[in-house]
């Protein structure tokens, strides 16, 4: 019985995605926004929703080392496993020039995380402190509202 609502939890997976993914294309295209824009925002965050929700709750009962785990577990999956796979379906054209400032701020975050998770090691101090959290939420927010605006204004042509 197991085994049988697993894959049929699999098949609306895949099901969902697809629509997901399509009616993201069509926003897109009715909107007049480069496709790669709304995987950096819609999709993008669509596909976090979970794991964000997973964070936060188990941060909130007191298990945020869940929390840190789960993003740096999830980054690796992405970039390691997906795109490995993506590759090897079909290779991926990476154009550097067109993912320019989107791939320099995803390794600067990667970077300012790391730096966090050290300098509160350094200072045996084991957490975070509130206003880190709301620096790096602020960041996200200005990168997104930046992002869409030069979406919105056409300044940049993404289409990928």
């Not at 980054?75 to 796979?85: A, E, T």
């Not at 966090?116 to 206003?131: D, H, K, L, N």
């Amino acid at each position: 019985m197991n085994i049988l609502i697993l894959v049929a939890g699999i098949a609306i997976l895949i099901a969902g995605a697809e629509i997901f993914v399509n009616s993201s294309v069509t926003v897109a295209k009715k909107l007049k926004i480069p496709t790669v824009v709304i995987a950096l925002t819609i999709i993008a965050i669509g596909t976090s929703a979970p794991e964000t929700i997973i964070s936060i709750t188990a941060s909130a009962r007191g298990h945020s080392e869940l929390s840190l785990s789960n993003i740096i577990g999830s980054n690796f999956f992405n970039l390691l496993f997906i795109i490995g796979i993506c590759a090897i379906i079909k290779p991926i054209e990476v154009k550097l020039k067109e993912m320019g400032p989107e791939a320099w701020l995803m390794v600067g975050s990667t970077v300012v995380l790391f730096v966090v998770m050290v300098a509160t090691s350094f200072f045996a101090s084991e957490t975070v402190p509130r206003i880190v959290g709301i620096l790096m939420t602020l960041t996200f927010l200005v990168y997104l509202a930046l992002l869409l605006r030069h979406a919105l204004q056409g300044e940049r042509s993404m289409n990928m």
